[in-house]
Structures are given as structure tokens and as C-alpha cells.
């Protein structure tokens, strides 16, 4: 039996192996690709392995893939057989093992207008006895490579989130994790695969918030084998008897045009998570932290509101420090209450400037210092008779627990229902430690957590659909597809230096869309490169997803402002292109092509060394377009380009130490 799921523009077709144990992967590719001998089906013998671990196989238990990797580890063993299969809105395809009383159907979703297929597994236990599941994969997917594997993917720390990485992986294996009960800032869940001499790309993203593991090995057949998957951390999950539990879905995609063809794929799916609330425009936003830190009074606040609107902003936000309790990072969270009796009067205030208002918060973390934790001692994560790890001052709330739930969800419906507020910024700055709850041993507290945390952004969307959301995690550490589903937009990095940034933003965009991506000008320099770059370099650099403001606007000189606001009017003029056009990475610039491919905006840099022009003998810079070869193109000076000149020789900038970045316009003409 076959079976074949069709996308916009791809394929992926599944078969039944001839013993009927497992699913094996027949094609996966543009329509078409499925007439054919199979690219993935073995065809030498098997020595010294089970057939099983040489196939191309789609998900199975560690019993019948004892050698090569398996998706699912069932303490005592598991065997399997085809029960049975459906098609219609999705393909499931149904396993049973009688003796461990284990049920699994695989599950397949073709998600319309994009090239993406999402799979998960949903397990029932059908017998007397508890499953205890050490690997808990959510899908295994092979990817056609001949010579060995290209692996790229995202990597780094804090401030230095979203690093492209690539290895050429010839045989052996690749594995990258979290246990930090989120993606965190070391690892994305992420990963990107080609054959090691490039061509078609294919991915893997997790869509979940938790712990998390990703791994590639280069069979002995050549063929490239992902498993992704939540870690059962701490573990084992266990399946009590008449239970059921369904695995984080993985989302799958492809594309022949290699990475850069990969990521509009993502980008197609980001849009479509998110309903019609992509388009909705994102605000340019000025946010008070690195300009006030924890010294929030409304006067001073309100005097950086003024700057901020004659500049341009819709959007002022007022980072941690504006609640009870919160002089410093030792106290506070848990008590959201404005320290000031007037906060009130003081946003009002801010809304007669035009502007928007918003708000930092920390929904999952407590203060020992707060109320809140002197009265619930009991809702933090905890093991009896062990010290607690202190991390930031502060520990973490355990959303396994209703009555958490419940009173997160109240405490954001009584800020968003007291104050006109129109954007919330959701920060999570630690993970679990003692990852307990006394009473509760066999809990799944990872899944537990995730369900809580979902479940008060799934509130937020309902009660409050006017709301913009962002999502933080000390930065990018949790930047997952669960997230971006439920959320408006996500801060890749606390580092806002600006060549620093420019490569934090190279890699998000291999995984997410430019709606998606907030980005301040700042005056911090570069963590790991520092050299300083003019305040048009952090506009342009900021212009690349959603423009913010978090520089102390009180010491800007006049020209600062003025240059500012001149800018802040550029970026207005083609968010909508940046937004919801096509972007490609290119080096040193990012293009956005209107939907229309009428308009292609250019934002680029000069990262590098000068040419030496007009001392000595020297050429432009040049950036290659994505672009129609056949058509014209003319940019706001009258200047007149043939898309082959564009897309061969490339558009040409010429830097100096004063003009170091640039924004272009071009129109089609035909």
C-alpha cells in the first residue's frame, strides 16, 4: 500500500513495507517525483543489521530498529504491525503491538498553500500495564543525500543567538539538544539538510516549547536520517493503562532552490500559523529599558514618550521595573501592580502623544522577595530537602499546576483590562533547576509546563485579540513554531550592537519571517564585534523586520533626532514590502520583493574593508538580486537597471566611511 501527501508545489509519498511492520519513505520532492524507481528503497543485502535499519523507515519502536536509531524506546520493548490506515483530510496510518498493549498511529498533514508537511504520532495504551517511554520522537524523516550530508543549522549563546553554522558530515552523526525546558539560546530546533555538493534543501522544525532534541546520521546506505522529537526530561513519560498521548508535530519542508528557497517556505508557513493576523502591521515601538533600566517614573517615562513620538514612533513600551516591589532584579515578579498610584493617568498620558502603550511582563517567574511567593510557596518548581538554585534572583513558576494557570491568566486579564495596553512583551530569563513537585513523582512536568504555557497564549488570543504579543526568552532562547503560532513577534537577541545583530538576523530568517523579527537601534556596542558604525548602519540594520527604538533619546544631539525621524519615515514607506513580500539573505543586504514583484526593496551594508576609491583604483561593491532577468527596473533617482544586469552583475553601492549602509527602491518597468 502507497500513499501520497500533495503540497503546493511538493510531494511525499509512503509505503508499507512487504512484512507490513513499518512505513518506509518512497519520494519526497516536486509533484512528479513520485513516477519512478524510488531514490530511497534498498536495494543491496543486509549483513549484520535488521532489514528495518537499512530502510528508509518512517517512525519506529526501538525493538524493530535496534541498530540504526530509533524514533520510540519503550521500556520492555515494542514490536509492531500495520493495523490499519485512513486518507482523507489527513494520512494515518495505524501500528499495534498486542503484547506491550501499545497503539501508535502516524499522523500526516499537508498544510494548504505551502510546502509544508507536519507529522506527529498519537500513542494509546491499550493494555493493563503502565508504558514507560525513554525516546519519545515525534517523527523520522530520510533526505536523499549521495556523498554524505550538508547540515546547517543555528547555533550560539546568549547575545549570540541564531549563528549559521554548516558542516559537511560524510558518515557518523549530528545531534543538537535542549534541556533547558526551552528551545534555549544554544540550540534551535531547527535544522536544514543537502546532499554535501548542495542542490534541493530539506527541513526540520519542532513546534515546541520545551526540551527538545534534534539528531542526523548518514546511514551506511548514504541515505541522510533525521529524528526530532521532545525529550522526556525529566523522564520517563509514563502511559497509564486506557490513556493517551500525542508527540510535539514536526514540521517537514523542501525546495530545490537550496536554503534560500527553504526559508520562503518557512516564511509561507509563519504567515499561515498566524491567520490573518500577519497582516496586521507592526508598530514601530520605542521601549524604555536600556534608556531608564529599573528607574521607571512616569516623568521621565513621559519625556522619553514625547522624543519618541516626534520621531515617528506609534509605540511606547515600558520595560521591568514599573511594578511593585521592582527596584532591582531581586524583587517583584509575581506582584504585577504599578508602583505608581497614577499609572493610570500616566498611560493616558502616553495615548494623547499618539502613541500605543505597552508592557514588559515575566508571567512564569517569582521573586522569594514578592507576596506572591510568600503566600504560594508551593508553585514553584521544587524538590523536598534540596536547596533551591537561585537563577536572575528569581525562580520559576510550575504551569503544570491549574491554579498557576489560573492565576497567570488572571493577573494578564486584570493589566489588559485596567489599562488601555495594546502590546504585551512576554520575557522568560531562567530555566528550571530542581525540576519538582513534591507529591506528583511520576509527573510529566516538561509537558505539563508547555501545556500551561500554551494554554495562557491561546487565553490572550481569545480574551484579548487586539493584543500584539512578543515573544522573549533572555532574548531568542524561545523562538519555536509552537510559539510563533500564538505570539506577533519574537526577540531574537538582547544584543542589539550592530554588526553583532546582523548576523543573529541572517540566521533567524534562515528559520522565520521578517514580520516576526523585532530589532532595535540602540547605542551598545557589538558584543563580539564592536567596531562602530554610523546611526543610519542601525536604522538599515533595524528596517530588516520590525523597527524598534531602545536608545536613550535624551542623549541624542539634534541632528541625531532629526536623522531618525527622516528614516523612521523610510521604513514606514516600505514595511509593507519588508513585511509581506519575499525575502531573500544575500550577502551583506537582504531583498524583500513585493507580492505583486513590482517593488524590490534593498537594505544593505558595508561590513568589510573599503575599496580605497577615489585614492587609488577601486570598483563599487556589488549586490546580486533575485530578480526577472527579462524585466526593467528604476530606482527613486530615475536610475534605470535590466534585470540582467541586476541578477549577473549586481546593484551597485559605493561606501564610504560616512556611508556605511543604504536602503533601495526599485520599480519594475517593463
Not at 84 to 113: I, M, W
Not at 357 to 376: D, I, Q
Not at 520 to 531: A, E, H, K, L, N
Request: include cysteine; proline fraction near 7%.
Amino acid at each position: 500500500m502507497t500513499w501520497t501527501v500533495t503540497m503546493k508545489s511538493t510531494s511525499y509519498t509512503v509505503a508499507l513495507d512487504s512484512t507490513e511492520r513499518w512505513l518506509e519513505l518512497k519520494a519526497w520532492g516536486p509533484h512528479g517525483i513520485e513516477d519512478g524507481p524510488s531514490v530511497f528503497t534498498n536495494a543491496g543485502s543486509v549483513h549484520f543489521i535488521t532489514d528495518v535499519d537499512a530502510a528508509p523507515v518512517e517512525y519506529a519502536p526501538l525493538g524493530l530498529r535496534p541498530f540504526s536509531g530509533a524514533d520510540v524506546s519503550v521500556r520492555g520493548g515494542s514490536w509492531w504491525r500495520f493495523e490499519s490506515a485512513s486518507s482523507d483530510d489527513d494520512l494515518r496510518v495505524t501500528f499495534v503491538d498486542e503484547v506491550a498493549g501499545l497503539r501508535a498511529v502516524l499522523c500526516y498533514r499537508p498544510v494548504p498553500e505551502t510546502d509544508v508537511l507536519t507529522r506527529w504520532v498519537e500513542f494509546e495504551n491499550t493494555g493493563s500495564s503502565t508504558l514507560e517511554f525513554d525516546r519519545l520522537g515525534s517523527a523520522g524523516v530520510c533526505v536523499p543525500t549521495v556523498s554524505g550530508a550538508r547540515l546547517t543549522y543555528l547555533t550560539g549563546q546568549w547575545s549570540q543567538e541564531f549563528t549559521r553554522r554548516t558542516v559537511d558530515l560524510p558518515a557518523g552523526g549530528f545531534r543538537m539538544e535542549s534541556r533547558f525546558g526551552v528551545p534555549g539560546h544554544a540550540h534551535v530546533p531547527w535544522l536544514a539538510v543537502q546532499d554535501s555538493s548542495g542542490g534541493p534543501a530539506f527541513g526540520v522544525s519542532l513546534e515546541w516549547p520545551g526540551s527538545w532534541s534534534i539528531e542526523a546520521d548518514v546511514e551506511p546506505s548514504g541515505l541522510t536520517r533525521v529524528r526530532a522529537g521532545r525529550l522526556p526530561s525529566p523522564g520517563p513519560v509514563l502511559l497509564q493503562p486506557g490513556t493517551s498521548l500525542v508527540t510535539p508535530a514536526v514540521a517537514l519542508a523542501s525546495s530545490v532552490d537550496g536554503l534560500a528557497g527553504l526559508a520562503s517556505v518557512w516564511h509561507d508557513y509563519d504567515r499561515v500559523l498566524a491567520g490573518s493576523r500577519w497582516r496586521r502591521p507592526r508598530p514601530v515601538l520605542y521601549n524604555s529599558w536600556e534608556a531608564t533600566g529599573f528607574d521607571v517614573r512616569s516623568e521621565h517615562q513621559l519625556e522619553l514618550a514625547k522624543r519618541a513620538a516626534d520621531l515617528g514612533v506609534e509605540l511606547f513600551v515600558v520595560d521591568d521595573g514599573w511594578f511593585t516591589g521592582r527596584d532591582d532584579d531581586t524583587g517583584g515578579l509575581g506582584d504585577w501592580t504599578p508602583a505608581e498610584e497614577a499609572f493610570g493617568e500616566f498611560v493616558d498620558s502616553v495615548r494623547e502623544l499618539g502613541l500605543e502603550f505597552g508592557l514588559w511582563v515575566e508571567p512564569e517567574a517569582v521573586s522569594p522577595k514578592s507576596r506572591l511567593y510568600a503566600e504560594h510557596p508551593d508553585w514553584v518548581y521544587r524538590i523536598e530537602g534540596r536547596p533551591q538554585t537561585l537563577i536572575r534572583n528569581q525562580l520559576l513558576l510550575d504551569l503544570g499546576l491549574p491554579e498557576v494557570v489560573a492565576f497567570v491568566k488572571s493577573t494578564l486579564d486584570a493589566l489588559l483590562t485596567a489599562y488601555p495596553i495594546s502590546y504585551l512583551k512576554w520575557d522568560m530569563n531562567r530555566p528550571p533547576t530542581e525540576r519538582g513537585r513534591p507529591g506528583s513523582p511520576d509527573a510529566d512536568l516538561d509537558a505539563e509546563h508547555v501545556a500551561g504555557y500554551l494554554a495562557v497564549l491561546d487565553h490572550l488570543r481569545a480574551a484579548h485579540p487586539h493584543v500584539t504579543i512578543e515573544a522573549c526568552a533572555g532574548g531568542g532562547g524561545r523562538t519555536d513554531l509552537a510559539t510563533v503560532a500564538r505570539t506577533d513577534v519574537v526577540w531574537p537577541s538582547d544584543n542589539t550592537g550592530p554588526l553583532d545583530r546582523l548576523a543573529i538576523q541572517d540566521g533567524f530568517l534562515l528559520m522565520h519571517a521578517p514580520h516576526l523579527m523585532s530589532s532595535w537601534v540602540t547605542d551598545s556596542p557589538g558584543v563580539f564585534d564592536p567596531r562602530p558604525r554610523s546611526l543610519r548602519f542601525r536604522f538599515v540594520t533595524a528596517m530588516a523586520g520590525v523597527l524598534g527604538i531602545g536608545a536613550d533619546l535624551s542623549k541624542w544631539a539634534p541632528e541625531q533626532h532629526a536623522e531618525a525621524a527622516s528614516l523612521v519615515a523610510v521604513y514606514k514607506s516600505i514595511r509593507d514590502v519588508v513585511h509581506h513580500g519575499v525575502a531573500r539573505v544575500l550577502a551583506d543586504a537582504t531583498q524583500y520583493t513585493s507580492e505583486d514583484g513590482d517593488t524590490v526593496v534593498v537594505l544593505a551594508w558595508n561590513t568589510g574593508e573599503l575599496t580605497g576609491a577615489p585614492l587609488v583604483p577601486g570598483r563599487s561593491s556589488r549586490v546580486r538580486l533575485d530578480v526577472c532577468p527579462s524585466s526593467s527596473y528604476v530606482d527613486e533617482k530615475g536610475t534605470r537597471y535590466s534585470g540582467a544586469h541586476l541578477k549577473y552583475a549586481g546593484l551597485p553601492f559605493d561606501w564610504t566611511a560616512d556611508h556605511d549602509a543604504d536602503v533601495v527602491v526599485l520599480h519594475r518597468s517593463e
